[in-house]
């Protein structure tokens, strides 16, 4: 995981404000290059000709120090009663501080980021801030040479989590336990962190599109859905598939089917300038012929980086261009609520002459 603090300074510069904050710990593991919580109170602060500064609680300190020190940047502990003398600390609430710190006009901020700590700036600055979100988002869609061979390394070791999930399979095993299969498998090649916890499930818990891993035992007969993702050097993947379990329905084949050819329909149509709505109107048309659109209930795709979803946002009406460099799913599903659900998921990057498929070597459909 690399900082990317030039481009910070580069924003501020193109910007035109004199400083800024930023609250969401997601954009300040994206410019430090620092692994964050993501429920951690930071507040990353810079100002023109000055040094950039982050405020964390005493008990984070000692690590962002350790860490961040050699890239220059001034690591500062909130606290108004344990203050060790072997840290640089403020004594405030995080009220006071953020009411001294930014003297400016026009303060750069993410609004897009909600937490108390972002509805505390936004009441302190009011109309003093510039919203950033927008060209932060650009900076984090358009991926660098690492962070795609971060992903793609993340794709290869989720693909051997899912072969290791298919090969051990029986009758007896429940959800909890492929999950488990899972995790010890991807924990093998040096994953220290999941990109979300592993969505391992049987019929009727995979007519849910958000469901999680339960009791339930395989039986001898299923369709098995794979949701899963893995962190690697701080950049994500998301891959899913199907397994079929001995056998399945004439009806479950067709659904699965039909959902195979809008993934392949809408990487066909994948190129640089296509809106990403475009993709998404591909994917319920092909849907649609099966008659299966109004099963599709959710978006189509999402960019992956530094958090599992993020922009750009692949749905019906998404007016973003694609751009060489963009990562993102494509995630098309049926869902029978209470009987079975199929979605299959790629994960492409756009490429100057079209588009490149990383999850290509994992079988969408797995017959073990």
């Known amino acids: 995981m690399k900082p990317q603090i030039n481009k910070l300074y580069e924003l501020v510069e193109k910007s035109g404000v004199e400083e800024v904050l930023l609250a969401a710990p997601d954009n300040i593991e994206y410019f430090l290059g620092i692994r964050t919580i993501a429920d951690s109170v930071l507040l990353l602060h810079y100002k023109k000709g000055g040094n950039l500064r982050i405020y964390v609680p005493l008990l984070e300190y000692y690590r962002f120090r350790d860490t961040l020190s050699k890239l220059g940047v001034e690591v500062i502990?909130?606290?108004?009663?344990?203050?060790?003398?072997?840290?640089?600390?403020?004594?405030?609430?995080?009220?006071?501080?953020?009411?001294?710190?930014a003297s400016s006009d026009k303060v750069g901020f993410d609004k897009s980021h909600v937490s108390p700590l972002n509805t505390l700036i936004t009441s302190i600055y009011g109309d003093r801030i510039v919203d950033l979100s927008s060209e932060i988002n650009k900076y984090r869609m358009r991926k660098e040479d690492w962070e795609i061979k971060s992903i793609t390394r993340?794709?290869?070791?989720?693909?051997?989590?899912?072969?290791?999930?298919?090969?051990?399979?029986n009758d007896r095993i429940t959800e909890a336990?492929?999950?488990?299969?899972?995790?010890?498998?991807?924990?093998?090649?040096?994953v220290d962190e999941y990109a979300f916890p592993p969505l391992t499930l049987f019929k009727p818990g995979n007519s849910y599109p958000h469901n999680l891993p339960s009791n339930t035992r395989l039986g001898r007969k299923?369709?098995?859905?794979?949701?899963?993702?893995?962190?690697?050097?701080?950049?994500?993947?998301?891959?899913?598939?199907m397994i079929i379990w001995r056998k399945i329905s004439e009806e479950e084949r067709k659904a699965v089917e039909?959902?195979?050819?809008?993934?392949?329909?809408?990487?066909?149509?994948?190129?640089?300038?296509?809106?990403?709505?475009?993709?998404?109107?591909?994917a319920v048309k092909t849907l649609e012929k099966h008659g299966l659109s109004e099963r599709f209930i959710h978006g189509l795709g999402h960019g992956f980086g530094v958090l599992v979803h993020e922009p750009p946002y692949i749905r019906i009406g998404e007016k973003t261009k694609l751009e060489p460099g963009m990562v993102f799913t494509v995630e098309p599903g049926v869902y029978f609520a209470g009987k079975y659900g199929v979605r299959i998921e790629e994960d492409v990057l756009v490429t100057e002459r079209g588009v490149r498929v990383l999850s290509k070597m994992i079988e969408r459909i797995i017959t073990p």
Request: charged residues 30%; hydrophobic residues 40%.
């Open 77 to 101: 502990a909130v606290s108004k009663t344990v203050k060790p003398s072997d840290a640089r600390i403020v004594e405030s609430d995080w009220k006071t501080l953020i009411g001294k710190l």
């Open 222 to 241: 299923n369709l098995v859905l794979v949701d899963v993702g893995v962190k690697y050097n701080g950049r994500c993947s998301d891959i899913t598939r």
């Open 177 to 190: 336990e492929v999950a488990g299969f899972f995790e010890y498998r991807v924990r093998r090649e040096g």
């Open 154 to 169: 993340a794709v290869e070791i989720t693909g051997k989590g899912i072969y290791e999930v298919a090969n051990n399979l």
């Open 258 to 282: 039909a959902v195979n050819e809008a993934v392949d329909n809408v990487i066909d149509n994948i190129q640089p300038g296509i809106e990403a709505g475009k993709l998404a109107d591909i």
